[in-house]
């Protein structure tokens, strides 16, 4: 049904209401537009990190982790400064 069709048939109030309410209905996509680019760049940056953090927690340590305690790959020397 078209907006003529509207007008000739319900008078002219209907016209007012449907056209006012096309209005609000194109105001309210609008105004939801900047939200919509704001979710679109947050999801893009999570993921962004998401992706480097699954590479850093997969990749494989290129030293040991835990540098207060002997290599158990390296060679077992004897330290030079403790005296018993």
């Known amino acids: ?3 003529f069709d509207v007008l000739q048939t319900k008078g002219t109030w209907a016209l007012i ?3 006012a ?3 609000l209905f194109l105001l309210l996509h609008l105004l939801r ?9 947050i999801e893009f940056a999570a993921r962004r990190v998401d992706r480097s953090v699954a590479r850093l ?3 494989v340590p290129v030293k040991p982790v835990n540098q207060f ?3 158990p790959t390296a060679p ?7 005296y018993a």
């Not at 077992?76 to 403790?82: F, G, H, L, P, T």
Request: hydrophobic fraction near 60%; charged fraction near 15%; aromatic fraction near 6%.
């Open 57 to 59: 927690a997969t990749t």
């Open 21 to 23: 309410a096309l209005n």
């Open 69 to 71: 305690f002997a290599d």
């Open 1 to 3: 049904m078209s907006l």
């Open 33 to 41: 537009l900047p939200f919509v680019v704001v979710a679109r760049v």
């Open 17 to 19: 209401k449907v056209v």
């Open 76 to 82: 077992a020397k004897e330290s030079c400064n403790v």
